[in-house]
């Protein structure tokens, strides 16, 4: 999209994406939640562009604000919040096959710090696009190291599609002094020989925040779609036994995921959808932060409900005639909901008696 006439040479296929909702990539449904960079357009943006191709795309007056953009360097190798505190790769650069089926690398490397520290982010700045399926960046903490509460070691992950940003407001991660990064990378094989060297970037906190941010997971792994199967159906829940802060949802499947669902199943019975996506895309593994953070009372349950296609009528499909099951692989199937947390180590009216600052946005009673 460099200038007008690049536009209006594709006009009938920004016509066609704008029409099926394929374009711009945002799958939540607008009638449950709502979330921070949010890129859908509304009915009235979308029937303005529409009117304006079907009037054959007219110039209007002045200079093309597309060409003067395009004349400035794009800095594809910036890291998006800025220069990082502390920058971790992997021991060796990656040398991906040119064909052929590549399992996990796990790459256990020894952290920078040499003291306790908090972090407000972990950003993956992936290498090789083309190749580099997803990286995931757990912890690995010292020999001894204990919490009161089940311990939580993914630090950050990156897929396609995915937007790295800071740690929500007033929350952060905690990384022990002595703790490990252990790199977890998949790479597909693309025809030719290629090479990776993908990046951690860490940034600081000068002080601990309000509260500690975490990744959990809802998931079911024992799951068995047949063949042919047009919207076979899974579910998996999980119980918050104490009162949890929702910062955001992250649906994951393959390339038969259909669409997915987030419930919050309140302990006073009643139900609510926490985020809908009624088209799944697993080109798209986006990450839904909500406007404000959810806080779920203690008992609470998050029901995930999710369909696969299995039939012909997927395009995505990499074979309808077999028999598919939990896998790594893309022609294999996952279904997780994954759930960006903090649960409080008091309600939220005990941390306003005690006068500590919650962070923006939580609700109080």
């Given at each position: 999209m460099a200038n007008y006439k690049v536009v209006k040479c594709y006009s009938d296929t920004i016509r066609e994406v704008?029409?099926?909702?394929?374009?711009?990539?945002?799958?939540?449904?607008?009638?449950?939640?709502?979330?921070?960079?949010?890129?859908?357009?509304?009915?009235?943006?979308?029937?303005?562009l529409v009117r304006w191709i079907d009037e054959r795309c007219p110039r209007g007056n002045?200079?093309?604000?597309?060409?003067?953009?395009?004349?400035?360097?794009?800095?594809?190798?910036?890291?998006?919040?800025?220069?990082?505190?502390?920058?971790?790769?992997?021991?060796?650069?990656?040398?991906?096959?040119?064909?052929?089926?590549?399992?996990?690398?796990?790459?256990i490397v020894e952290s920078p710090l040499t003291e306790d520290a908090w972090l407000r982010a972990?950003?993956?700045?992936?290498?090789?696009?083309?190749v580099l399926h997803h990286a995931i960046v757990f912890l690995e903490f010292p020999e001894g190291y204990q919490k009161n509460r089940e311990v939580n070691n993914w630090l950050a992950g990156w897929a396609p599609g995915y937007t790295m940003n800071a740690f929500p407001a007033g929350t952060g991660k905690f990384l022990p002094r002595g703790t490990k990064l252990r790199w977890q990378l998949h790479y597909t094989t693309m025809g030719s020989e290629q090479t990776d060297r993908t990046e951690l970037g860490l940034y600081l906190l000068k002080e601990r925040p309000p509260v500690e941010i975490?990744?959990?997971?809802?998931?079911?792994?024992?799951?068995?779609?047949?063949?042919?199967?047009?919207?076979?159906?899974?579910?998996?829940?999980?119980?918050?036994?104490h009162e949890t802060l929702v910062y955001e949802l992250n649906p994951h499947m393959h390339k038969r995921g259909s669409w997915f669902r987030f419930e919050a199943l309140y302990p006073d019975g009643r139900f609510e959808t926490l985020l809908f996506v009624p088209k799944y895309d697993f080109n798209w593994q986006?990450?839904?932060?909500?406007?404000?953070?959810?806080?779920?009372?203690?008992?609470?349950?998050?029901?995930?409900?999710?369909?696969?296609?299995?039939?012909?009528?997927n395009p995505s499909n990499p074979d309808p005639e077999k028999e598919?099951?939990?896998?790594?692989?893309?022609?294999?199937?996952?279904?997780i909901g994954f759930m960006t947390v903090a649960e409080m180590p008091q309600s939220a009216s005990a941390f306003k008696q005690a006068r500590?600052?919650?962070?923006?946005?939580?609700?109080?009673?």
């Open positions: 704008l029409l099926n909702k394929q374009m711009p990539p945002w799958h939540a449904d607008p009638h449950y939640g709502k979330f921070e960079g949010d890129r859908s357009l509304t009915f009235e943006q979308r029937r303005l002045g200079d093309d604000p597309l060409a003067e953009l395009s004349q400035r360097p794009i800095l594809q190798d910036q890291w998006t919040l800025g220069k990082p505190d502390f920058v971790v790769t992997p021991s060796q650069t990656m040398t991906i096959p040119a064909t052929g089926v590549l399992e996990y690398i796990t790459n972990a950003v993956i700045r992936p290498d090789n696009k083309q975490e990744v959990r997971a809802v998931y079911d792994d024992r799951f068995k779609i047949s063949k042919h199967t047009s919207d076979s159906r899974t579910q998996a829940i999980r119980e918050f036994p986006t990450g839904y932060r909500l406007a404000e953070p959810k806080l779920l009372p203690a008992g609470t349950r998050v029901l995930c409900t999710g369909g696969l296609d299995n039939s012909t009528q598919v099951r939990w896998g790594d692989q893309s022609w294999q199937e996952m279904f500590i600052d919650l962070p923006p946005g939580i609700p109080t009673r």
